[in-house]
Nanobody
Framework: QVRLVERGGGLVEPGGSLRLSCAAS????????VGWYRQAPGKQREMVAL???????NYTDSVKGRFTIYRDHARNTLYLQMNSLKPEDTAVYYC????????WGQGTQVTVSS
C-alpha cells in the first residue's frame, strides 16, 4: 500500500507562487513515476506534471515555464513549485503514482484570486 500526503495549498493572488509537497511512503518517489494532477469544479481531472524514476519530466502545455516538478529522494517527497499563478490554475491538486496500480493523495485546494 502506498500512502501520499499533500501539503501546501492555499489562497494566492494572481502572479503569486505556491509550493506543493507530497510525502510518500517507502521509496516510491525514487522508484516509480510520480506526479501531480488537478481538478477544477465541473471539469475532468487533468495531468499537470509527471516525473519518471529516471528523471524525465512532462508538463501540460498550460503550465510549461511556470511550474516545476522535482523530488527530494532523501525525504521521499515530491514537490510542485508553481510560479506566475493564474486564476485558471484554481483547482484541487492531487499527488499521484502508479505502482502496480494507481494511488492518489487526498488533494489540496489551490485558489488563485484577487
Amino acid at each position: 500500500q502506498v500512502r501520499l500526503v499533500e501539503r501546501g495549498g492555499g489562497l494566492v493572488e494572481p502572479g503569486g507562487s505556491l509550493r506543493l509537497s507530497c510525502a510518500a511512503s517507502g521509496s516510491i518517489v525514487s522508484r516509480a513515476t510520480v506526479g501531480w494532477y488537478r481538478q477544477a469544479p465541473g471539469k475532468q481531472r487533468e495531468m499537470v506534471a509527471l516525473v519518471t524514476s529516471g528523471g524525465t519530466t512532462n508538463y501540460t502545455d498550460s503550465v510549461k515555464g511556470r511550474f516545476t516538478i522535482y523530488r527530494d529522494h532523501a525525504r521521499n517527497t515530491l514537490y510542485l513549485q508553481m510560479n506566475s499563478l493564474k486564476p485558471e490554475d484554481t483547482a484541487v491538486y492531487y499527488c499521484y503514482t502508479c505502482w502496480r496500480r494507481d494511488f492518489w493523495g487526498q488533494g489540496t485546494q489551490v485558489t488563485v484570486s484577487s
